[in-house]
Antibody, heavy 117, light 107 residues
Framework: EVQLQQSGTVLARPGASVKMSCKASGYSFTSYWMHWVKQRPGQGLEWIGA????????SYNQKFKGKAKLTAVTSASTAYMELSSLTNEDSAVYYCTRGVTRYFDVWGAGTTVTVSS | ETTVTQSPASLSVATGEKVTIRCITSTDIDDDMNWYQQKPGEPPKLLISEGNTLRPGVPSRFSSSGYGTDFVFTIENTLSEDVADYYC?????????FGGGTKLEIK
C-alpha cells in the first residue's frame, strides 16, 4: 500500500524556519515526483512545488521561491520541505502528495504549522 | 499562470438531487483537469483524473466532462456522505493551480 507519513504539528515564532518531513512507503520513491500543497485555515489549496527524488530536480511556484526549499533523502525515502522567515501567512496545513503523470494520487495527512509569538 | 475559476462557491441540495460544479480555465489545458473531494480534517481525495477518468473505487455517481477551458463535475443522486469541499486542479502547466473550491451541503 502506498503511504505518505508526515511529521507532526509545529509551533514556530515569526522569523524562524521550520523543516517538515514526508516519508514514503509502498512504492519506488525515486520514480515519482513529490508535490507539496498549502492550505490555510478555511481556505483553498495552493501548489507550492515539487521534487523528483530520482535526480533532485525541483520545480517551484514562483510565489514560494525563497520561502520553501524542497529536498529529498533517497536512502530514507523521505522528502522534506523547509519554510523560512515565517510570518502569520505561513500558518497552514502543508500536504505532501505523490505525483503520477499529471495528477496527485496519494496524499499525506498533513503537517500543521502555527506561527505565533 | 493558468487561473481556474470554480463555481459555485457553495451549494445545498437534497439527497438524491444532482450536483453540478464548473471550472473555467484562463488557458487551454486540453483535458488535464482533475477533481478532488475533501472532507473536514482530511486530505483531499482524488475522484477523477485527467481525461475525465474515474479513479478505481470511486462510485459511478461521480463524473466529469470538458475539454479546453470549460469543465463540469457532476454528482448524480447525491448522498449525505458526499458532504465535503470539492476542488478542481489543472495539471497542464506549472504552476499547477486549483479552483477556489465548492462547499457542498445537504438540506
Amino acid at each position: 500500500e502506498v503511504q505518505l507519513q508526515q511529521s507532526g504539528t509545529v509551533l514556530a515564532r515569526p522569523g524562524a524556519s521550520v523543516k517538515m518531513s514526508c516519508k514514503a512507503s509502498g512504492y519506488s520513491f525515486t520514480s515519482y515526483w513529490m508535490h507539496w500543497v498549502k492550505q490555510r485555515p478555511g481556505q483553498g489549496l495552493e501548489w507550492i512545488g515539487a521534487i523528483y527524488p530520482g535526480n533532485s530536480d525541483t520545480s517551484y511556484n514562483q510565489k514560494f521561491k525563497g520561502k520553501a526549499k524542497l529536498t529529498a533523502v533517497t536512502s530514507a525515502s523521505t522528502a522534506y520541505m523547509e519554510l523560512s522567515s515565517l510570518t502569520n501567512e505561513d500558518s497552514a496545513v502543508y500536504y505532501c502528495t505523490r505525483g503520477v503523470t499529471r495528477y496527485f494520487d496519494v496524499w499525506g495527512a498533513g503537517t500543521t504549522v502555527t506561527v505565533s509569538s | 499562470e493558468t487561473t481556474v475559476t470554480q463555481s459555485p462557491a457553495s451549494l445545498s441540495v437534497a439527497t438524491g438531487e444532482k450536483v453540478t460544479i464548473r471550472c473555467i480555465t484562463s488557458t487551454d489545458i486540453d483535458d488535464d483537469m482533475n477533481w478532488y473531494q475533501q472532507k473536514p480534517g482530511e486530505p483531499p481525495k482524488l475522484l477523477i483524473s485527467e481525461g475525465n477518468t474515474l479513479r478505481p473505487g470511486v462510485p459511478s455517481r461521480f463524473s466529469s466532462s470538458g475539454y479546453g477551458t470549460d469543465f463540469v463535475f457532476t454528482i448524480e443522486n447525491t448522498l449525505s456522505e458526499d458532504v465535503a469541499d470539492y476542488y478542481c486542479l489543472q495539471s497542464d502547466n506549472m504552476p499547477y493551480t486549483f479552483g477556489g473550491g465548492t462547499k457542498l451541503e445537504i438540506k
